[in-house]
């Protein structure tokens, strides 16, 4: 296990090292993926607006005004807002269309990040035909943040249910997923929850829970739980919107929870500051 450990750690710094000798047009095609929740929470300003005007900034960045449509997060006083975007042409190196690179006229779902007196569109942004509907009410954007949450961050949990938190047979185990709504409407998801021993993918436990979520921000953290009845390694799967998630832990008679997925959300979490951080500009 500690061989494993240290190829993977040595594997993050080469791809570190890697990141920085590549060129900045290589970043922008090759950004990590982040998560909804990841996308509201890291931004400053979350908005949907028409584009009324575009002017080339600098090589390789756009200044734009937008007019306010929807305030999804953090809403100002003023309809309009100043933003630079990546990107100046639609058909870049490639012909990959970068997502922001926007059109006069044309409606974006913009997520912001200021740096000093400036808003900077995030890479995760895009263009959309779209509006929330309904829109979110003041109370829908009041709500606490996941004091966990941060580049990297995974919405599935596995705790143990005892003050030492160690895992063992015959003690419930605490399994948490956060839900996200990133649909344009509210909408009523299956949260469906499987756990099965390793090697052998033998189901040993499935519970589907539903959710009705509210549109673009909709969000409710989903908890179930099971009683292993063996020592051994167990796989939990995920299932919402479509998608498959998953986790490795292990039960013995004393484990402490170890998640073998912690150093490659590292890694994603190291990634994602580097990139932001290489696209990052100043402005005088």
């Not at 949260?191 to 052998?200: A, G, L």
């Not at 519970?207 to 509210?214: A, C, Y």
């Amino acid at each position: 296990m500690k061989t494993l450990h240290l190829s993977i750690i040595l594997t993050a710094i080469l791809v570190v090292i890697a990141i920085f000798a590549l060129p900045e047009l290589h970043l922008v095609q090759a950004v990590p993926y982040t998560s909804p929740e990841e996308q509201y929470l890291f931004s400053d300003i979350v908005m949907i607006g028409k584009v009324i005007s575009a002017t080339p900034y600098s090589p390789t960045y756009t200044k734009y005004e937008f007019q306010v449509e929807q305030y999804l997060k953090n809403p100002q006083p003023q309809d309009k807002i100043t933003v630079f975007a990546a990107g100046t042409n639609k058909t870049q190196s490639g012909g990959r269309m970068p997502q922001t690179v926007f059109d006069v006229g044309e409606r974006a779902f913009l997520y912001l990040k200021k740096q000093e007196r400036n808003y900077v569109v995030w890479w995760f942004s895009h263009p959309t035909d779209s509006l929330c509907n309904p829109a979110p009410t003041q109370t829908d954007l009041n709500f606490e943040y996941p004091s966990t949450v941060g580049f990297g961050y995974d919405p599935l949990h596995i705790t143990a249910n005892n003050t030492q938190s160690i895992f063992s047979v015959n003690a419930p185990v605490i399994i948490s997923y956060d839900t996200w709504n990133n649909h344009f409407t509210t909408k009523t998801f299956d949260v469906v929850i499987n756990v099965k021993s390793n090697p052998d993918s033998k189901l040993i436990f499935n519970d589907t829970k539903q959710v009705e979520l509210k549109p673009c921000i909709g969000h409710k953290t989903v908890v179930t739980s099971f009683v292993p009845k063996k020592i051994g390694r167990y796989d939990v799967e995920i299932i919402f919107d479509n998608q498959l998630l998953g986790t490795t832990f292990d039960i013995g008679n004393d484990t402490v929870p170890e998640f073998p997925f912690a150093i490659p959300i590292l890694l994603l979490s190291i990634i994602s500051l580097i990139v932001f951080y290489r696209l990052k500009f100043r402005i005088n």
